[in-house]
C-alpha cells in the first residue's frame, strides 16, 4: 500500500476550480511534487517545492501544504487539464521515494 | 534543451534480464541523480531506484532488492536499468527521470524520458 494517499477520481466543471489532495505523514517533513500524465505519454512536473512552478506551465496550476496533506489547486480547469495527477515525496524512511495511487481528473 | 532518450521497446521471455538506456543531453550529466520508475498497465507509477551522479552508490526500493542494477556511463551521458529473472508482472513502461533538490526539503524528477515499454511473455 502506498504511504500517500490520493483520491482515485475527482471531477470539475470546465472553467471552475478544482482541488487535488495527497495525504501522508512524509509530508509534515517534505514539500510534494505534482506530475501531470496524458494518456500514452511520460509524467510531466507540473508544480514542487513549497511554491513552484516549471517554466511552461500555466498559472492556474498551485500548490500548499498544511499538515499532512499536499493540495494541487487548478483555477479555472481547461479540457487540456484532463488528466492523471500523481503526488511525489520521500517514504517515511527518507531513503526511498513514494508515488500517491494517482487521481484521475475529468473536466465536464 | 534537457532531454532524457531512452532505448527501444522489448520483448522478453520469463526468467530472462532486460537493460534500459536512458542517454542525457543538455546539462552536465555528473551534476545530477537519476532515478527510474515503472508503470504497468493501467496501474500508477512505482518507484524503482536511483543512482547517484558519480555512479559508485545506488538505492533500491525493497520491492526490486536483488534484481535491479542501476549503472552509468559518465563518458556517455548514459544511466542504465537491468532487471533480471523477468516474469510477466515486470510487463510495464519504465521511465529514467532526472533528481532535482533543494538539498533540504524538496525533490523533485524532471524532465523524465520518453519510456520503454518492457513486455514479459512466453
Known amino acids: 500500500s502506498s504511504e500517500l494517499t490520493q483520491d482515485p477520481a475527482v471531477s470539475v466543471a470546465l472553467g471552475q476550480t478544482v482541488r487535488i489532495t495527497c495525504q501522508g505523514d512524509?509530508?509534515?517533513?517534505?514539500?510534494a511534487s505534482w506530475y501531470q500524465q496524458k494518456p500514452g505519454q511520460a509524467p510531466v512536473l507540473v508544480f514542487y517545492?513549497?511554491?513552484n512552478r516549471p517554466s511552461g506551465i500555466p498559472d492556474r496550476f498551485s500548490g500548499s501544504t498544511s499538515g499532512n496533506t499536499a493540495s494541487l489547486t487548478i483555477t479555472g480547469a481547461q479540457a487540456e487539464d484532463e488528466a492523471d495527477y500523481y503526488c511525489?515525496?520521500?517514504?517515511?524512511?527518507?531513503?526511498?521515494?513514494?508515488f500517491g495511487g494517482g487521481t484521475k481528473l475529468t473536466v465536464l | 534543451q534537457v532531454r532524457l532518450v531512452q532505448s527501444g521497446a522489448e520483448v522478453k521471455k520469463p526468467g530472462a534480464s532486460v537493460k534500459v538506456s536512458c542517454k542525457a543531453s543538455?546539462?552536465?550529466?555528473?551534476?545530477?541523480?537519476m532515478h527510474w520508475v515503472r508503470q504497468a498497465p493501467g496501474q500508477g507509477l512505482e518507484w524503482m531506484g536511483v543512482?547517484?551522479?558519480?555512479?559508485?552508490?545506488?538505492n533500491y526500493a525493497q520491492k526490486f532488492q536483488g534484481r535491479v542494477t542501476l549503472t552509468r556511463d559518465t563518458s556517455t551521458s548514459t544511466d542504465y536499468m537491468e532487471l533480471s529473472s523477468l516474469r510477466s508482472e515486470d510487463t510495464a513502461v519504465y521511465y529514467c527521470?532526472?533528481?532535482?533538490?533543494?538539498?533540504?526539503?524538496?525533490?523533485?524528477?524532471?524532465?523524465w524520458g520518453q519510456g520503454t515499454l518492457v513486455t514479459v511473455s512466453s
Open positions: 527521470a532526472r533528481d532535482n533538490s533543494d538539498s533540504r526539503s524538496a525533490w523533485w524528477f524532471d524532465p
Open positions: 511525489k515525496t520521500r517514504d517515511s524512511s527518507g531513503n526511498h521515494w513514494v
Open positions: 543538455g546539462y552536465t550529466f555528473i551534476s545530477h541523480y
Open positions: 543512482i547517484n551522479p558519480s555512479g559508485d552508490w545506488t
Open positions: 512524509s509530508l509534515r517533513r517534505d514539500y
Open positions: 517545492a513549497e511554491n
